[in-house]
Nanobody, 123 residues
């Protein structure tokens, strides 16, 4: 059984930092990409970042380039999203998803999803 669990969300002031963590069980990180997506109620889901160890690919949405960094620990099956210089516009529920494509701009190709962790950035 595949399980995806996010953690690390919270409330932070603009300019601050958060690190999101995602633990994935049942998926081989060496073969499958893992991505972070975010969604604001009433708006479409947005791909934030992804990493594919097999292909040596990392992807960042233009809106987070230079501020967010994705990394993985394939031994622990963990993926992290370090978010710096947070802006009010980064406020969303952040989801981790595994097995699919990197990049996957819509998330439609990702097979397994966590329940999300909320991030709120006060301006």
């Amino acid at each position: 059984e595949v399980q995806v669990v996010e953690s690390g969300g919270g409330l932070v002031q603009a300019g601050g930092s958060l690190r999101l963590s995602c633990v994935v069980s049942g998926v081989n990180f060496d073969d499958e990409p893992v991505g972070w997506f975010r969604q604001v109620p009433g708006r479409e889901r947005e791909a934030v970042s992804c990493i594919s160890s097999e292909d040596g690919i990392t992807y960042y949405a233009d809106s987070v380039k230079g501020r967010f960094t994705i990394s993985s620990d394939n031994v622990k099956n963990m993926v992290y999203l370090q978010m710096n210089s947070l802006e009010h516009e980064d406020t969303a529920v952040y989801y981790c998803a595994a097995e699919g494509g990197c990049p996957d701009y819509t998330g439609d190709a990702m097979n397994y999803w966590g329940k999300g962790t909320p991030v709120a950035v006060s301006s």
